[in-house]
């Protein structure tokens, strides 16, 4: 099920309007704007902007002072140009090549908005040499809505394995959107990283899809 079959979705964030232009015709599943990665920035907007400090359990996470970030799967560039608006600075957007176009155009769409182009790469989950070439770990993984076919969970479970830091931390927005992807993720996920789900009542109010869910993944140590 996609999010909504409209040309453009808007997300405030920060006070800032992003605009994001989808494809729903294309063969590529990335030119979709997809729920998981507006419940994801909406989820860090919440914390990030809570009036309390104290009583925030997120504080310490959604720090992104002086943090290295990339996204797996970028799609369209939400979740990634959402987190840059909320403060983090230094993040790659990646995807596979036929998805590029419709990320660029966004990021330019944007611009105005971003203050600048946010840094791009090619990833194919399955190459080491462009993973190795976007210089990991990372302090931040970024995953929304990458978990639908089997055939790609051990390259996207390897790629973050590769990617985060040993005292990093991978944001996962996660929906079911295949029974057999979805069983086969959780039994490679939990060998590989410690997983603390997002209580739903956490999540933003106005963005908490009764589908849709946040995790955050470390590495078992």
């Not at 797996?72 to 990646?94: D, P, Q, S």
């Not at 070439?133 to 970024?142: E, G, H, M, S, Y």
């Not at 069983?183 to 109010?205: G, S």
Request: glycine share 6%; hydrophobic share 45%.
């Amino acid at each position: 099920m996609r999010f909504t079959d409209s040309p453009v979705i808007d997300l405030t964030v920060n006070g800032a309007k992003l605009s994001f232009h989808q494809d729903n015709g294309s063969m590529h599943v990335g030119t979709t704007v997809w729920p998981c990665s507006l419940v994801l920035v909406k989820f860090a907007e919440r914390w990030l902007t809570s009036a309390s400090t104290t009583d925030n359990p997120y504080a310490t996470l959604l720090d992104f002072h002086n943090k290295r970030a990339v996204e797996l799967g970028t799609g369209c560039g939400v979740a990634a140009m959402g987190f840059y608006l909320l403060g983090l600075k230094e993040v790659v957007l990646t995807d596979i090549a036929p998805v590029m176009p419709a990320l660029k155009h966004n990021l330019k769409r944007n611009k105005p908005v971003l203050g600048k182009m946010l840094k791009t790469a090619q990833l194919h989950w399955t190459n080491s040499d462009q993973i190795k070439a976007l210089k990991p770990p990372f302090d931040i993984v970024i995953a929304a809505d990458v978990v639908y076919i089997e055939e790609s969970v051990g390259p996207l479970l390897a790629a973050m394995e590769a990617m985060v830091s040993d005292t990093g931390v991978v944001f996962l927005g996660y929906q079911v959107r295949s029974p057999e992807a979805h069983l086969l993720f959780w039994e490679q996920c939990n060998r590989i990283f410690d997983v603390e789900k997002v209580p739903h009542e956490h999540l933003h109010p106005e963005y908490a899809y009764e589908e849709s869910d946040v995790y955050v993944l470390r590495k078992k140590l």
